[in-house]
């Protein structure tokens, strides 16, 4: 049983705070670009560092760059670009809503300089991730090209496309992506799932992720979305639990989100077991991983990396026992 992690890591810890410097004398013009950059890799070669140590089997590289999960792609493609803060969703962050002033275009390129670093020096195996067609569609501030969210989502989920196709060039396998607005507005299921048909002829294998609300009556049309895995958060809301009594719809791997990412009470091993002993009633053990809810960012990196070690315990402790 393979354990794994989504989105973002803390960018510093009490004793890790050389990005945060490093920002501050940037935005004070007392650092350049390149000495900047090489901060960046060192943070994120610490992450990745963290996520081994921590025992986790398959990681991502942190997305120590990303300032939200939109950023990267608004400032890269042609003619989108950051906006307004807005909350970002019901958490205790804010974002840069993307605005749009003419046809979308990516060359593809945008992640694969960070993903090339971050397969040179992990020693697990790494995965990428980009943000959801609808998310991005869903949570644009302005949009002076397209004349609604059908076409708005599909101009997105092309862009990613070619963004997937460079990660594929780059070596990526496996590409999380966080669909936080499917969770968030499940009436549009079935205009995110024909985005996700595009995303597919990318040919890389995807992981969906809906995140931040309950997904039990999204679980059959979870099922119909062509990707290899689906992210389930059972955890963070009293009624996520109830996922498990559908997971059986699911055919692709199940990815149970056991450990919550946005509260800090450490989980107690008993009950990471019951909810894993729960799901393999109803997913085989050879398709069925565990991670955490969503991005550890949320939270105290010392919490952060507790809850990693839960987790890796809880797959040990489980694997100990039916072996």
């Not at 020693?123 to 949570?139: Q, R, S, V, W, Y």
């Not at 995110?192 to 997904?215: H, I, S």
């Not at 498990?244 to 699911?250: G, P, Q, R, T």
């Not at 939270?299 to 952060?304: G, Y």
Request: with cysteine.
């Amino acid at each position: 049983m393979k354990t794994t992690v989504v989105g973002a890591y803390p960018k510093l810890s009490d004793e890790h705070q050389d990005l945060r410097r490093a920002l501050h004398k940037a935005d004070r013009e007392e650092l350049d670009e390149a000495a900047l950059e090489t901060v960046f890799d060192e943070t994120t070669a610490w992450a990745i560092g963290e996520l081994e140590a921590a025992g986790i089997d398959v990681i991502n590289d942190g997305h120590i760059r990303w300032d939200d999960l939109l950023a990267k792609f608004a400032r890269a493609w042609r003619n989108t670009e950051r906006g307004p803060l807005e909350r970002f969703y019901d958490n205790n962050t804010y974002f840069r809503q993307p605005v749009i002033s003419g046809p979308i275009e990516s060359d593809g390129q945008t992640l694969v300089s960070d993903f090339k670093k971050a397969k040179a020096i992990a020693k697990h195996e790494l995965k990428a991730g980009i943000c959801g067609p609808l998310t991005f569609a869903t949570l644009t501030a302005e949009d002076r090209q397209y004349k609604d969210l059908a076409s708005r989502t599909f101009a997105v989920a092309d862009a990613l496309a070619a963004e997937l196709r460079g990660l594929k060039a780059a070596g990526a396998t496996l590409v999380d992506v966080e669909e936080p607005a499917l969770a968030a507005h499940p009436e549009h299921a079935e205009l995110a799932r024909a985005a996700f048909d595009r995303l597919a002829k990318a040919g890389v294998a995807l992981a969906l992720y809906p995140g931040f609300f309950p997904l039990a009556d999204l679980v059959e049309a979870l099922a119909r979305f062509p990707v290899a895995q689906v992210g389930i958060d059972v955890r963070s809301r009293e009624t996520s639990a109830g996922a498990i009594d559908k997971l059986s719809a699911i055919k692709q791997t199940v990815v149970l989100g056991i450990v919550d990412a946005r509260n800090t009470r450490l989980e107690e091993p008993r009950e990471l077991g019951e909810l894993i002993e729960a799901a393999l009633k109803r997913v085989p053990a050879d398709r069925l991983w565990v991670s955490t809810t969503t991005s550890l960012e949320y939270l105290p990196h010392d919490i952060a990396v507790r809850k990693l070690g839960a987790l890796a315990d809880a797959a040990r402790s489980l694997e100990g026992v039916r072996s």
